[in-house]
């Protein structure tokens, strides 16, 4: 078998993961981060992909997770093991019968200390040992050994485009969807051989994202969810605007919420300069206008419509075709006319979905959201004080519907994201009930 390839045993498992200060590659997060106390055991099986895994392994410590990786022997031929070592801080296993474990069971020790098992790259042969109960490797070995329920298996696939088209690959991938298993991609676009197609491996961003998604609870697993987001912006010739200030953080991230609590989200926004949550379709618009054109498109399928996006009030009655000239005299009059109101038209809908709406106030903020509730029939609104959310990364909310007041205290965005997926979970189920 395999020789170990670190010189020095240390104790089993025990320091895996433990930052050392100035030789962590940099990567110990300072804030608690989105997997803090997660341990991640991370399989490299042989594929090109298996440079990527180094990035990966960097954002998941920057997220605060613990990570264990573990080679197959052919992904050696592409990354050395001193550079997995250097990057988790942790001594790297690729072998089953490693004599520094204490009772010679590595495959046992290491899927018991894992919350996840993350294999990336995937490779066409590792995915068909897996979907076959095949183990003559450690890798393989301690998939097959973990507790399915306490630890998720996350396979990102990587191959050619003709390998992953293959019957049997196909065959295959759907056997290990069917036990649970969660295929993350594989993408579309270049490969490494110069061919084009499925079989790319997701990039290290997306793969963060879903597995940071793994430890969500499914509450709208089934579910499609309508979100806007940003603001719009009003023509008024074709270099000026009205436009409100909105940095679209907050919808992304009850995007991405709605998304990593298993539902299907389509999300309309206004121009940002923000990337869409992994998994989202998002719809780009400009206008109020367009805005309503998208959602109303996306509104009929919709069980559950967000609408955070700052819309502007108002537009100019006319767009000028060229630019207004500055010339001397008084400056250009401007006739505005109002925009309509989105949140309140998919309200009316013969059959609407679960409306909630947003509230950014600066003063009355609770009065100004129980009067928007009612004045747009809403399930509930979301109040905040303008002054201190708009292009902040946290907030702090309140929850407004007809039972009453719920304060969500200042947090991340993402966090009271959450709580608001959570709140609109609860709600779809009362209203089933
Ligand atoms: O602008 P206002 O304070 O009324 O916004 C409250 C809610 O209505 C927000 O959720 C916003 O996204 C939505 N809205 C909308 N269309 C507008 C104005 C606001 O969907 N024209």
């Not at 997220?63 to 790297?92: D, H, K, N, Y």
């Not at 993402?414 to 089933?432: C, G, K």
Request: hydrophobic share 50%; aromatic share 2%; charged share 20%.
């Amino acid at each position: 078998m395999t020789e170990s390839h670190t010189p020095s045993p240390p104790a089993p498992l025990a320091q895996a993961g433990a930052a050392r200060p100035g030789v962590d590659a940099g990567a110990a997060a300072t804030e608690p981060g989105l997997l803090a106390g997660r341990r991640i055991l991370l399989g490299v099986t042989g594929g090109i992909a298996a440079y990527k895994s180094c990035e990966l392994i960097r954002l998941l410590r920057a997220e605060g997770a613990r990570v264990q990786a573990v080679m197959t022997r052919a992904a050696r031929e592409f990354i050395g093991p001193a550079t997995l070592q250097a990057l988790t801080g942790s001594p790297v296993f690729d072998d089953l019968w490693d004599p520094r474990v204490a009772d010679g069971m590595a495959h046992i020790a290491l899927s018991r200390d894992a919350d996840a098992i993350v294999v990336a790259p995937a490779t066409a042969d590792f995915l068909g040992k897996i979907a076959n109960g095949l183990c003559d490797d450690l890798l393989s070995t301690l998939v097959l050994a973990r507790r399915n329920a306490q630890c998720p298996l996350l396979l990102a696939p990587a191959m050619n485009v003709e390998m992953w088209a293959q019957p049997a690959v196909q065959r295959n991938v759907a056997q290990l969807r069917a036990d649970g298993a969660l295929l993350l991609g594989p993408a579309c676009g270049e490969q490494a051989c110069g061919e084009s197609g499925a079989g790319r491996m997701l990039e290290p961003a997306a793969i963060l994202e879903e597995i940071i998604a793994a430890f969500q609870p499914k509450l709208l697993q089934g579910r499609r969810v309508l979100v806007t987001a940003g603001p719009t912006y009003e023509a008024i010739d074709p270099v000026r605007g009205i436009t409100n200030r909105s940095s679209g953080k907050m919808g992304y991230a009850v995007a991405r919420a709605a998304r990593e609590a298993g539902a299907a989200v389509t999300l309309v926004s206004g121009p940002t300069g923000l990337a869409a949550p992994h998994g989202v379709r998002r719809i780009d618009v400009l206008s109020a206008e367009e805005m309503r054109a998208a959602v109303l498109d996306a509104a009929g399928d919709a069980d559950v419509f967000v609408a955070v996006a700052a819309v502007a009030d108002w537009r100019p009655e006319s767009a000028a075709p060229r630019k207004l000239k500055k010339a001397a005299g008084a400056p250009p009059a401007l006739a505005l006319v109002a925009n309509p109101d989105i949140l309140a038209g998919v309200a009316r809908l013969a059959e609407p979905p679960l409306c909630v709406g947003f509230a950014a106030e600066t003063e009355d903020m609770i009065d100004h959201a129980r009067a928007k509730l009612q004045a747009k029939r809403l399930a509930m609104v979301i109040a905040n004080a303008a002054q201190d959310a708009i292009g902040a990364d946290d907030s702090a909310l309140t929850i407004v519907d007809e039972a009453g007041i719920r304060a969500l205290p200042r947090a991340p965005k993402l966090e009271q994201a959450r709580r608001i997926v959570a709140a609109i979970a609860e709600r779809l189920a009362q209203t089933a009930a």
